[in-house]
């Protein structure tokens, strides 16, 4: 009985992965410096779409490195990855796809609306 409990805790302990306390400090070293640069398009004063493309492209990263190591989804399954993964990605598709309709809706509401013919 002693040796099947011996046999169960080791198999639980071989099984534990413990990720070096290395990755972490490096990957928050990242999101340190990705924040940074983040501010540095607030500070420089960038304008317009070069602006928020900046900031929503750091934005990303930062997001992208805490879900791959901190939620530790670079070692789960390649299902479990899409299942999580794939969601976002198509409502960002769909959200382009209602832009480019709305200026379509836009445009012929004024031509409609301002009664040429």
Known sequence: ???TATHAQMQVKEQHQQHPIRLYLVVWGFLFILSACSYFVDY???QGYLRW???L???ILKAGLIVAVF???AWERLALVYAIL???VLVL???AM???ESNYTVLSRMVFFSGAQ
Do not use: A, Y
Request: glycine content about 4%; overall charge negative.
């Open 86 to 88: 794939l969601p976002p």
């Open 93 to 95: 598709v769909f959200v």
């Open 98 to 100: 209602m832009v480019s």
């Open 44 to 46: 420089v004063g960038l």
């Open 53 to 55: 493309f900046l900031i």
């Open 57 to 59: 492209f750091f934005m």
């Open 1 to 3: 009985m002693e040796q």
């Open 71 to 73: 939620m530790h989804m």
